[in-house]
């Protein structure tokens, strides 16, 4: 089975980029869809962003769309995620998480392997 390793979570100012990085080890990440969600204290875990297998397809969150932009290089065996113009409001953990089905999926049950998370915190 795969296993994934978040890193890139920081502390960052309003308005400011980070890139989070999932990384893949045990199975190649070119088999499997990888979705990003987060979860703010208090809240549920929710859906962020989502990248088909094939790269062919991507998917957003409207609270982050515009702003964040999901990739893959499946010859480094990793999925970044692009944030820009950070807000408050996307204070998280961030989880990357995979799923080996056809369909890409926004559903958090769908996917059945989560890296541990890395903690993003914009500051006002």
């Known amino acids: 089975q795969v296993q994934l390793a978040e890193s890139g979570g920081a502390l960052v100012q309003a308005g400011g980029s980070l890139r989070l990085s999932c990384v893949a080890s045990?199975?190649?990440?070119?088999?499997?869809?990888i979705a990003w969600f987060r979860q703010a204290p208090g809240k549920e875990r929710e859906f962020a962003a989502a990248i088909h297998w094939s790269a062919g397809s991507t998917y957003y969150a409207d609270s982050v769309k515009g702003r964040f932009t999901i990739s893959r290089d499946n010859a480094k065996n990793t999925v970044y995620l692009q944030m820009n113009s950070l807000k408050p409001e996307d204070t998280a953990v961030y989880y990357c998480?995979?799923?080996?089905?056809?369909?890409?999926?926004?559903?958090?049950?769908?996917?059945?392997?989560w890296g541990q998370g890395t903690q993003v915190t914009v500051s006002s």
């Open positions: 998480a995979a799923d080996s089905s056809q369909y890409l999926s926004l559903s958090r049950s769908e996917y059945n392997y």
């Open positions: 045990g199975r190649p990440i070119g088999n499997y869809n």
